[in-house]
């Protein structure tokens, strides 16, 4: 079945650092890609998306691009801030099945140090 | 256009109690979908629903869980004579009706949190 791959955290950073966290995915159809963000005690916000190869989604100086070659959706961003602590998921909507339920990764959490 | 809502937000039960979690989706929205996140782990799917319809159940435990959307009112997801192991946080999410290629994104409520004494 369908699956996503995340790299395991947690990732400490210093504030303005660079960050990647990196996503994977198989599916058999051609799924939707979404980041989602979890602060503490809080739900998921959506963060970004993307519904086709090489879309670039972006918000709040996040950035990731479907890339179909490599079956990946990285999360970028240039200069990580404090506020941006929290727990991200890649997810992916299966449209195959026709319901478009997600397929959530095991979260990566960050944390950035003043 | 208010947000989805959950309650409640906390939730304690003693084993063999009942759990009643209830969700409103986004206005106009008429997909509702529920997830599991138990603690230190991502989301998984449990129940696909629409209006008087489940769709997938494919992610529900077999055993003492239920879920309804009905005409009027909330999402209900239920969980009979509850056992420590249904601590968790559960999440609803919502999407807007889908035609020809319209968003599948959803968006979530801010969970419930089970504690099964």
């Known amino acids: 079945g369908d699956s996503v791959t995340q790299m395991e955290g947690p990732v400490t950073l210093s504030e303005e650092a660079f960050l990647t966290i990196n996503c994977t995915y198989t599916?058999?159809?051609?799924?939707?890609l979404f980041w989602y963000v979890q602060y503490p005690g809080e739900g998921l916000q959506l963060l970004l998306k993307a519904t086709k190869a090489d879309d670039k989604g972006s918000n709040k100086g996040f950035e990731a691009t479907y890339r179909k070659e490599t079956t990946s959706f990285h999360l970028e961003k240039g200069s990580v801030q404090v506020s941006d602590s929290a727990v991200y998921f890649c997810a992916l909507s299966d449209r195959g099945s026709g319901t478009y339920k997600y397929i959530f990764g095991t979260g990566t959490r960050l944390k950035v140090l003043a | 256009n208010a947000g989805v809502m959950q309650n409640p937000r906390h939730l304690v039960r003693r084993r063999g109690q009942e759990a009643r979690l209830r969700c409103s989706p986004m206005k106009g929205h008429s997909h509702v979908y529920w997830y599991r996140q138990l603690p230190e782990e991502g989301l998984k799917f449990m129940v696909y629903l629409q209006k008087e319809n489940i769709i997938d159940e494919s992610g529900m435990p077999k055993e003492r869980f239920s879920a309804e959307f009905p005409k009027e009112g909330p999402s209900i997801l239920r969980i009979q004579q509850v056992v420590r192991g249904d601590s968790a946080a559960y999440f609803c999410?919502?999407?807007?009706?889908?035609?020809?290629?319209?968003?599948?994104?959803?968006?979530f409520g801010p969970g419930t949190r089970l504690t099964v004494l």
């Open positions: 999410a919502s999407s807007p009706p889908r035609s020809g290629g319209a968003s599948d994104t959803q968006y």
């Open positions: 599916a058999t159809g051609y799924p939707s």
